[in-house]
């Protein structure tokens, strides 16, 4: 019997980028935590089956809070993650009991189903699925002096997001076999390719952004008044 889906929302980063003393994930937005924002689009579908919140472990008991507050309490379990993103979503995927996983930025709200759907329904005919977009901008790769070194073409290029799709057993393998090779990519995707399995493109939207840096915060506020 098929298990169904699971998704690793990931929370535990210290939020560096963003400079601000709470970590990005836990600010408010509309009075609510930007991964409370997050959760709630996953919790919303009759098909996520587990959904895993990884964050600091400092921060368990007072994610386990808001999530009673919000009451997502029968959704949502909360685990302890790692010192990179990688260590999180590998604690979030041992943790799931599904055939199919999807793993999910905490800090990227402005997800919503039909994006979620056109992932899950890519995966599912094979290989891995990750939600993306054209870049818009030419891109140039620079050497440690400013200059200029290449300039790649761009009707190749994709700004990969989450969230990305997998089979459970063929993602925990790629981690598995990453951890064995001290291995660290900074996606998920880049592990799966390591084991050889073909990764689709899934075109999404632009505003789904993740809260990287101060700027975000605004563009967050201004779309969520246009969203939401
Ligand atoms: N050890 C970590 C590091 C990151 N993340 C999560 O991975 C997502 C994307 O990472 P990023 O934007 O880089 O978040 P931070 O690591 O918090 O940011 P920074 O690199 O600026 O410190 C975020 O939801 C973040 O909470 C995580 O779960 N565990
Ligand atoms: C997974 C990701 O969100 C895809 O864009 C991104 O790679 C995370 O990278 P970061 O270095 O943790 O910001």
Redesign the pocket.
Same mark, same amino acid.
């Given at each position: 019997m098929d298990k169904g889906w699971g998704v690793v929302v990931v929370a535990a980063?210290r939020g560096t980028r963003m400079g601000t003393t709470e970590s990005k994930q836990f600010l408010l937005l509309q009075d609510k935590p930007v991964f409370i924002h997050t959760l709630e689009v996953f919790a919303a579908l009759d098909e996520m089956r587990e959904i895993v919140l990884v964050t600091g472990a400092g921060d368990v008991e007072r994610c386990l809070n808001w999530v009673k507050e919000y009451h997502l309490e029968s959704r949502v379990r909360v685990i302890p993650g790692g010192k990179e993103?990688q260590h999180s979503v590998h604690e979030g995927l041992k943790a799931l009991g599904t055939d199919w996983v999807l793993v999910h $930025?905490g800090v990227r709200p402005f997800i919503n189903r039909e994006q979620i759907s056109a992932c899950m329904t890519t995966v599912m005919s094979g290989g891995g699925a990750v939600l993306a977009v054209p870049v818009k901008d030419t891109i140039k790769q620079v050497n440690a002096e400013g200059v200029v070194t290449a300039t790649p073409d761009r009707s190749s290029l994709w700004s990969?997001?989450?969230p990305q799709a997998f089979r459970l057993s063929a993602l925990l393998h790629a981690y598995e076999s990453a951890e064995k090779d001290g291995f660290l990519g900074?996606? $998920?995707a880049m592990l799966a390719e390591r084991q050889g399995i073909t990764v689709k493109v899934v075109e999404g939207s632009y505003t789904n952004i993740?809260l990287?840096t101060p700027e975000d915060l605004q563009y967050a506020a201004f779309l969520l008044r246009g969203e939401k």
């Open positions: 980063g993103r $930025d990969i997001q989450t900074t996606d $998920d993740k990287t």
